[in-house]
């Protein structure tokens, strides 16, 4: 296990391509920037870039696992997870595991295992983006949503005893790791409260489906709340209890994810892009792309397929 913590700003835009810790998971804490709280980021060995934006404090707490206790608490997450969201990530982590060769295994855990095992082997190393179909694709915002958890009040008094530690040499490591144990294990337990008391949000799941099922041409709040046997109100409130944005904030985020697959992946212009994910204004596109990833499309493209090459 490996503990680090990070409190940098850049000077310029940053695309980083993550291929530096294969056959690890991570569990980040973030203090400072977009998205504060804490998140699991699943690295399936696979190639997976990061943006990095200008003048932005990235300020967290990253707890890294290898093997053998890599597959245990991912795992450990996957089982916390709600029913629908812990399905797709199976079949996601079924997907990568078909893609690189498969294997006799036909249980979660020995296909975590081929997975990781096969993380380090020689050869050319593909994105999630190049590997998923577009209909498991299509739940990654779910999957990145359901991973996110407010940092409570227990994560801030352990976060407090790790950054005052007051011990030195062995005795520093043995407290440390004691203290980022407990974060984790915090976490997978926030991960349990909040499925529980988002148990009656079944009608959000139902609208952000029909929200991105049909991206380019969405209903209104008050059609997609009559589709789903509520009113424009209680859906809002579902929907900012559920991922942290109204309804068509969500959507906007699903249209971005899928904008930047799409840069990453096809020669289609900016213009095409953006017309592709619903968007009818090339300007708005190139606006909401910036403000969510921090980069214009085209330089986002450009600085991907260099980092690729």
């Given at each position: 296990m490996t503990l680090s913590i990070h409190d940098y700003v850049l000077n310029q835009h940053r695309v980083i391509g993550r291929v530096d810790t294969p056959n690890s998971l991570e569990f980040e804490f973030r203090l400072a920037g977009r998205d504060a709280g804490s998140s699991f980021i699943p690295h399936f060995g696979l190639r997976e870039?990061?943006?990095?934006?200008?003048?932005?404090?990235?300020?967290?707490?990253?707890?890294?696992?290898?093997?053998?206790?890599?597959?245990?608490?991912?795992?450990?997450?996957?089982?916390?997870?709600?029913?629908?969201?812990?399905?797709?990530?199976?079949?996601?982590?079924?997907?990568?595991?078909?893609?690189?060769?498969?294997?006799?295994?036909?249980?979660?855990?020995?296909?975590?295992?081929?997975?990781?095992?096969?993380?380090?082997?020689?050869?050319?190393?593909?994105?999630?983006?190049?590997?998923?179909?577009?209909?498991?694709?299509?739940?990654?915002?779910?999957?990145?949503?359901?991973?996110?958890?407010?940092?409570?009040?227990?994560?801030?008094?352990?976060?407090?005893?790790?950054?005052?530690?007051?011990?030195?040499?062995?005795?520093?490591?043995?407290?440390?790791?004691?203290?980022?144990?407990?974060?984790v294990r915090l976490y997978l337990e926030a991960i349990v409260h909040r499925r529980r008391h988002e148990s009656d949000l079944d009608y959000v799941y139902q609208a952000s489906t029909i929200l991105r099922n049909q991206s380019a041409n969405p209903p209104t709040i008050e059609a997609l709340a009559r589709q789903v046997g509520t009113n424009r109100l209680t859906l809002t409130q579902g929907f900012h209890k559920l991922y942290g944005t109204t309804p068509f904030g969500h959507l906007r985020n699903y249209r971005l994810l899928q904008a930047q697959r799409l840069l990453m992946t096809s020669d289609l212009s900016v213009t095409e892009v953006a017309a592709a994910v619903g968007y009818t204004s090339r300007n708005r596109f190139a606006t909401a792309f910036r403000h969510r990833v921090g980069l214009n499309p085209k330089a986002f493209q450009m600085r991907v397929w260099q980092q690729a090459s």
């Open positions: 870039f990061e943006i990095k934006p200008a003048q932005k404090r990235f300020f967290n707490i990253e707890v890294w696992f290898k093997q053998p206790a890599l597959t245990t608490y991912c795992q450990a997450f996957v089982e916390r997870l709600s029913p629908q969201t812990q399905s797709n990530t199976e079949c996601i982590i079924q997907s990568i595991y078909r893609h690189q060769g498969g294997g006799s295994s036909s249980t979660m855990m020995g296909m975590l295992n081929q997975i990781f095992d096969r993380a380090t082997a020689p050869g050319p190393q593909l994105t999630l983006e190049q590997i998923l179909t577009d209909a498991l694709y299509n739940e990654v915002l779910t999957f990145q949503d359901s991973s996110r958890s407010p940092i409570t009040p227990a994560m801030e008094q352990v976060i407090g005893r790790i950054f005052s530690c007051p011990y030195q040499g062995a005795t520093r490591r043995t407290y440390l790791k004691h203290q980022a144990l407990s974060l």
